[in-house]
């Protein structure tokens, strides 16, 4: 019976660590792993991408850039210019201490406690989103440092995915 309990245990402990890896996909949810994005008008769009638990921060925002020119290229575009940049970092809180008092009555007795409680993150560290504002455009690519060659970029990142 002991057994069984700790490998109970255990099975619960690992499934606690378990992390939602970080693939190239649409995100199934709001809040999910994966890509994103919405028209803001005819040409500009706002491409996320929400990586998994503990995803490095540069594969993330190369995920946001390959979908950006993924959807230049569906569009009929030839290349897109960042217009805004953000990356932030979501569903991690760190560690955690809580107190909590209580207290109970019965009959002639009564009792009262205090705990304490310490927690500890097992999700495997940060989620973190990068966003970027497109403005997509066709013909000779500007020369700008913020524009990119969707062709490019999808050459250049796609084969690493």
Same mark, same amino acid.
């Given at each position: 019976m002991t057994r069984l309990i700790l490998a109970a245990l255990a099975a619960l402990s690992l499934s606690a660590c378990a992390t939602e890896p970080t693939h190239f996909q649409p995100a199934a949810s709001p809040t999910g792993v994966g890509f994103s994005q919405m028209r803001i008008?005819? %040409?500009?769009?706002? &491409?996320?991408?929400?990586?998994?638990? +503990?995803?490095? !921060? *540069?594969?993330?925002?190369?995920?946001?850039? /390959?979908?950006?020119?993924?959807?230049a290229l569906a569009e009929g575009y030839d290349w897109f210019r960042i217009t805004d940049r953000s990356t932030?970092?979501?569903?991690?809180?760190?560690?955690?201490?809580?107190?909590?008092?209580?207290?109970?009555?019965?009959?002639?007795?009564?009792? %009262?406690?205090?705990? &304490?409680?310490?927690?500890?993150?097992? +999700?495997?560290? !940060? *989620?973190?989103?990068?966003?970027?504002?497109? /403005?997509?455009?066709?013909?000779?690519?500007?020369?700008?440092?913020?524009?990119y060659d969707a062709r490019g970029v999808r050459q250049s990142l796609g084969p690493r995915i």
């Open positions: 008008e005819p %040409g500009r769009y706002r &491409v996320t991408f929400q990586g998994g638990p +503990g995803a490095p !921060p *540069a594969q993330v925002e190369d995920y946001a850039l /390959l979908r950006a020119a993924d959807l932030r970092q979501t569903g991690f809180s760190g560690s955690s201490l809580s107190v909590g008092v209580g207290g109970m009555s019965f009959g002639r007795h009564s009792a %009262g406690g205090v705990g &304490v409680g310490t927690g500890i993150p097992l +999700g495997g560290g !940060p *989620a973190l989103a990068a966003t970027l504002d497109v /403005l997509m455009g066709k013909g000779p690519k500007p020369s700008d440092i913020d524009v």
